[in-house]
């Protein structure tokens, strides 16, 4: 019993040393978000808008590119449980011939919004803030998506550290390249609004220069082949990635949309019911950044275990990791009870935006634990390169069950007197509650399976 204990923290240990920098790195890319949206908003209403606007398009592309590279760290991270440095090269150097054509399906579909924004009926008058902010950001999407690719061999192999450093230096970097650009300083043109997605663009660019630099020197001292051995792209190699990647990328852009459906759902209701939802929903997403890095950590713990074929060591993860989300998910809840109205009053000083915000953050502090659970679930299967299931448990749950009982309960007075806001977020509740019971349910399955079929 006691080495049981021990082993388990051992692996508290492992886990947390991996998600502490995984954390910061998250925030710094958050705080690039609110550094362009608070200068934006220094120029005037329209480039804040514009930006903002901007923000909810390229996002969402972003994130499921994320989602497609994600597939990339467990097969690191099973090579390097086994010690087969040269297949972590090999799976690199595919993922960065596939995040080629990836970089450039955003590229492209960033520059081709103009049509979205008429369909979405944006007010003519910020539109071409909106696509100039778009046309330059754009130019920065291939080479943040080769980042990702160089970010998986390092996170892969158990080192964060690098990628910490490397936002937080982008982050630096954003503050006076935004300001050039915006006022038109140094010979440059004063672009507004538009000049922070051209910043963007320059610190994406130098965090793949900085990545790359360093996964230089880290494939000399690894000697994993990632820079010596050239190879072409091969569909042997490249479609496994995609099918570990792609239904991760789906997932997250399912999830995101379920988001901005719920957001037009609730837009007819009223400005301060749409102003309470968005303090609420942004300050959950604050706290859902800590059980993100950790679920990040776990699928690099369990994947690491899994080519090793340790089945004990791999359920000792599982275990340590779970149980500190668990802790995390408590901690959460009751910081977001307790403090609910002092968060709200942190975003506005609207009275009656803060009490419908605290008001929906009571329900964001009960589905921390089902939030909690399921994303760490997730990490687990992610790191067993189990993730079609989990793909279609995320449809089945937020939009076959979650979205339906937040329209019947939101906007309908078929079950009592619409709920509004409070509605849509009981949805929430429902939807990340059987999320996280079949998803943990898949965790139990997959432990009772040969650890051959998840490292295949």
């Known amino acids: 019993m006691s080495n049981t204990s021990t082993l388990l923290r051992q692996e508290g240990r492992h886990i947390l040393q991996l998600?502490?920098?995984?954390?910061?790195?998250?925030?710094?890319?958050?705080?690039?978000?609110?550094?362009?949206?608070?200068?934006?908003?220094?120029?005037?209403?329209?480039?804040?808008?514009?930006?903002?606007?901007?923000?909810?398009?390229?996002?969402?592309?972003?994130?499921?590119?994320?989602?497609?590279?994600?597939?990339?760290?467990?097969?690191?991270?099973?090579?390097?449980?086994?010690?087969?440095?040269?297949?972590?090269?090999?799976?690199?150097?595919?993922?960065?011939?596939?995040?080629?054509?990836?970089?450039?399906?955003?590229?492209?579909?960033?520059?081709?919004?103009a049509p979205v924004l008429a369909l979405m009926e944006v007010d003519v008058g910020i539109r071409p803030l909106i696509l100039g902010y778009l046309d330059g950001l754009s130019w920065g999407i291939p080479a943040i998506t080769l980042f990702l690719a160089l970010r998986s061999l390092t996170e892969g192999?158990?080192?964060?550290?690098?990628?910490?450093?490397?936002?937080?230096?982008?982050?630096?970097?954003?503050?006076?390249?935004?300001?050039?650009?915006?006022h038109g300083e140094l010979g440059f043109p004063a672009l507004g609004g538009v000049g922070c997605g051209w910043a963007t663009s320059v610190v994406m660019w130098l965090m793949l220069i900085l990545m790359a630099g360093y996964a230089l020197g880290f494939d000399r001292r690894h000697q994993t082949g990632l820079f010596?051995?050239?190879?072409?792209?091969?569909?042997?190699h490249?479609?496994?990635?995609?099918?570990?990647?792609?239904?991760?990328?789906?997932?997250?852009?399912?999830?995101?949309s379920l988001f901005c459906v719920i957001a037009l759902f609730i837009a007819g209701i009223g400005a301060e019911v749409v102003a309470g939802h968005q303090v609420a929903l942004n300050a959950a997403s604050m706290a859902f950044m800590v059980p993100l890095s950790l679920s990040l950590?776990?699928?690099?713990?369990?994947?690491?275990?899994?080519?090793?074929?340790?089945?004990?060591?791999?359920?000792?993860?599982?275990?340590?990791?779970?149980?500190?989300?668990?802790?995390?998910?408590?901690?959460n809840s009751a910081l977001m009870a307790w403090l609910r109205h002092p968060i709200a009053a942190i975003y506005t000083d609207d009275p009656v935006v803060i009490e419908l915000a605290a008001g929906l953050l009571l329900f964001a502090a009960l589905f921390q634990?089902?939030?909690?659970?399921?994303?760490?679930?997730?990490?687990?299967?992610?790191?067993?390169?189990?993730?079609?299931?989990?793909?279609?448990?995320?449809?089945?749950?937020?939009?076959?069950?979650?979205?339906?009982?937040?329209?019947?309960?939101g906007l309908t007075h078929w079950l009592g007197p619409p709920l509004t806001a409070r509605g849509f977020w009981i949805g929430l509740l429902v939807g990340l509650t059987a999320a996280a019971i079949m998803l943990c349910w898949r965790v139990q399955w997959q432990l009772r399976r040969p650890l051959a079929t998840a490292s295949g």
């Open 19 to 113: 998600a502490g920098p995984i954390l910061v790195a998250q925030f710094a890319q958050t705080a690039n978000g609110f550094v362009d949206t608070v200068m934006a908003g220094d120029v005037s209403p329209e480039d804040l808008a514009a930006v903002a606007v901007g923000s909810a398009i390229w996002i969402p592309v972003f994130l499921f590119l994320v989602g497609v590279m994600q597939g990339l760290t467990p097969f690191v991270a099973q090579f390097r449980g086994r010690a087969d440095h040269s297949a972590i090269g090999v799976v690199v150097q595919q993922g960065l011939w596939l995040a080629l054509p990836l970089g450039l399906l955003g590229f492209f579909s960033l520059r081709a919004m």
């Open 157 to 182: 192999m158990s080192y964060t550290a690098p990628v910490m450093v490397v936002s937080l230096l982008g982050l630096a970097v954003n503050v006076p390249v935004n300001y050039v650009l915006i």
């Open 228 to 236: 010596q051995h050239r190879a072409p792209p091969l569909l042997r």
């Open 238 to 256: 490249l479609l496994p990635i995609l099918r570990v990647g792609l239904p991760i990328g789906l997932a997250i852009f399912i999830e995101v």
């Open 297 to 331: 950590a776990l699928t690099v713990r369990v994947g690491t275990h899994v080519g090793r074929d340790q089945p004990q060591a791999l359920r000792h993860a599982v275990l340590a990791g779970l149980a500190i989300i668990l802790v995390t998910a408590l901690v």
């Open 369 to 409: 634990l089902s939030d909690c659970l399921q994303v760490g679930a997730n990490g687990v299967l992610r790191g067993m390169k189990d993730t079609r299931w989990p793909m279609l448990i995320t449809v089945l749950a937020y939009w076959g069950l979650g979205l339906p009982v937040g329209y019947l309960l």
